[in-house]
T-cell receptor, first 113, second 110 residues
Framework: NAGVTQTPKFQVLKTGQSMTLQCAQD?????MYWYRQDPGMGLRLIYY???????DKGEVPNGYNVSRLNKREFSLRLESAAPSQTSVYFC????????????FGQGTRLTVV | KNEVEQSPQNLTAQEGEFITINCSYS?????LHWLQQHPGGGIVSLFM???GKKKHGRLIATINIQEKHSSLHITASHPRDSAVYIC????????????FGKGTKLSVKP
């Protein structure tokens, strides 16, 4: 099993460009999450999807949109990239139940110049 | 604002030493997670705690609900334990709606 797969691993964008970060999990998990990690800060939740067909905002949703395409895939879109969105992005999925552990992707390092 | 504080920020140890990383949080929680982030960047879940103590191999995690404090211990540390260890808490709501600490960077020297 691959677990949680993120693509791409690295990306450089120019300000104003758009792109979609892809995340897929093969563990039949209902919940999927997008986080960003910035130097000197803890990870912060951008958006999440508690089940197929639903999405909700997290702590820092501005400038992002998401799509839960099916149970396996949860994508994060930057419509007009800004330098403030330079970060490392992590996707995670969770099995059913509050007292369970997460599975994280390997991360996408995004630089906006 | 709910916060998660980790200490120390950085920790250097000699191989074989016993290591403790601490995590404090501000209000009642439903679950606490310890995560490991490897030098290559990937994140792995080590423990999820709601009470008491858990042990996996050389790793032990404890939580004191009354004192709002958790510790991660590593016995007989090894250079391969070098990583960033992250504490995260769930104050309620969905599973992954977590507040993360800034992490403790551990370096174990041979």
């Amino acid at each position: 099993n691959a677990g949680v797969t993120q693509t791409p691993k690295f990306q450089v964008l120019k300000t104003g460009q758009s792109m979609t970060l892809q995340c897929a999990q093969d563990m039949n998990h209902n919940s999927m999450y997008w986080y960003r990690q910035d130097p000197g800060m803890g990870l912060r939740l951008i958006y999440y999807s508690a089940s197929e067909g639903t999405t909700d905002k997290g702590e820092v949703p501005n400038g992002y949109n998401v799509s839960r395409l099916n149970k396996r895939e949860f994508s994060l879109r930057l419509e007009s990239a800004a330098p403030s969105q330079t970060s490392v992005y992590f996707c995670a999925s969770w099995p059913r139940g509050l007292y369970t552990e997460a599975f994280f992707g390997q991360g996408t390092r995004l630089t906006v110049v | 604002k709910n916060e998660v504080e980790q200490s120390p920020q950085n920790l250097t140890a000699q191989e074989g030493e016993f290591i403790t990383i601490n995590c404090s949080y501000s209000v009642g929680i439903s679950a606490l997670h310890w995560l490991q982030q490897h030098p290559g960047g990937g994140i792995v879940s080590l423990f999820m705690l709601s009470s008491g103590k858990k042990k996996h191999g050389r790793l032990i995690a404890t939580i004191n609900i009354q004192e709002k404090h958790s510790s991660l211990h590593i016995t007989a540390s090894h250079p391969r334990d070098s990583a960033v260890y992250i504490c995260a808490v769930n104050y309620g709501g969905s599973q992954g709606n977590l507040i993360f600490g800034k992490g403790t960077k551990l370096s174990v020297k041979p």
